[in-house]
């Protein structure tokens, strides 16, 4: 029986892409990914339209199904791979964990570190001292979640880590320096430690001091 067909559809320096990517990584999935050049518009191109008709990466296709936004693709590979709930826990209160920080990456962390990025790096017409405002209430907040913890949701990586780190770790490319948070520090190199792990490319935008 020959193996499904998985093809990540992806923007490299789009955080949300990186999300998925690094859960394939991390699950040690094969995959090809396809790089849609955003520049041009090909994300608004008719057949990337049919694979997910609002036009945004990341895509997943795996076999006969297609799969966007980023956290949904999190939930549907934990569902269909993770036979030993390693990434997203089996009980009620472990999945209420990780989705509470699935609701986090929709909600402060894109509206604060994610949108400070945005206006760095693309230009985003968003309110610059508002977003970076907003990324230190969301950071602080982490930092103390953090708190004697090693991962976010029990003693291990799970999906909750995964959600968060890729916005968290390029902050300071939106002028959000991580120097206060010794916690989230320490908490993105046990992530980057972990087997599977792959980078986010860096960009040339360096931290306000």
Not at 186 to 199: D, K, S, Y
Request: cysteine-free; proline content about 5%.
């Amino acid at each position: 029986m020959s193996e499904t067909k998985r093809i990540l559809y992806s923007f490299p320096l789009s955080g949300h892409s990186h999300r998925a990517e690094l859960a394939l990584s991390l699950m040690g999935l094969e995959f090809e990914n396809r790089v849609v050049d955003l520049g041009t518009g090909e994300h608004k191109s008719d057949w990337f339209l049919e694979l997910n008709p609002e036009g945004k990466v990341p895509v997943l296709l795996d076999g006969e199904d297609v799969i966007y936004e980023s956290t949904a693709i999190l939930a549907y590979l934990a569902a269909k791979y993770d036979a030993d709930n390693k990434w997203i826990p089996a009980s009620a209160a472990g999945k209420a964990l990780v989705e509470r920080f699935f609701a986090q990456a929709s909600g402060p962390l894109a509206s604060g570190p994610a949108r400070a990025r945005l206006i760095q790096l693309f230009g985003a017409n968003f309110d610059e001292e508002e977003s970076i405002t907003n990324a230190h209430a969301y950071l602080a907040g982490l930092e103390a979640n953090l708190d004697g913890r090693d991962f976010l949701v029990g003693d291990a990586i799970t999906f909750a880590d995964v959600a968060l780190y890729s916005y968290v770790a390029r902050a300071p490319e939106g002028f959000v320096s991580l120097e206060p948070y010794p916690n989230i520090r320490g908490w993105l190199a046990r992530i980057e430690a972990q087997e599977g792990f792959v980078e986010i490319p860096h960009t040339e935008v360096s931290a306000a001091a």
